[in-house]
Nanobody, 125 residues
Framework: HVQLVESGGGSVQAGGSLRLSCAAS????????MAWFRQAPGKEREAVAC???????YAADSVKGRFTISKDNAKNTLYLQMNSLKPEDTAMYYC????????????????????WGHGTQVTVS
């Protein structure tokens, strides 16, 4: 069983930065994709970024150039560095891990991710 625990969320002013972390434990593998999704109140969950087995990354157009996804396999930790934050980035951010998808160049799709964290809130004012 894989457990994912997010941290690093908080409240920040527009233009500020935050770094989210997702610690993975259990039967984890660096062979599959990991991703960040977010969901704002009243809106559908949307993909933010993903990283695949080769270390290639994808970022949604809305965050491209501002957010960077990375992974430390030795620490089993996924990161999301968020810079130049905007009020529209306000959402609950979720970490997700796949146990079969190896590539995510087209962006992460929810159905590919079996394991999810409980989320960490990011509020930008």
């Amino acid at each position: 069983h894989v457990q994912l625990v997010e941290s690093g969320g908080g409240s920040v002013q527009a233009g500020g930065s935050l770094r989210l972390s997702c610690a993975a434990s259990g039967h984890t593998s660096s062979s599959y994709c990991m991703a960040w999704f977010r969901q704002a109140p009243g809106k559908e969950r949307e993909a933010v970024a993903c990283i695949d087995t080769d270390g290639s990354t994808y970022a949604a157009d809305s965050v491209k150039g501002r957010f960077t996804i990375s992974k430390d396999n030795a620490k089993n930790t996924l990161y999301l560095q968020m810079n130049s934050l905007k009020p529209e980035d306000t959402a609950m951010y979720y970490c997700a891990a796949s146990d079969w998808a190896r590539y995510c160049s087209g962006g992460p799709r929810s159905y590919e991710y079996r394991h999810w964290g409980h989320g960490t809130q990011v509020t930008v004012s």
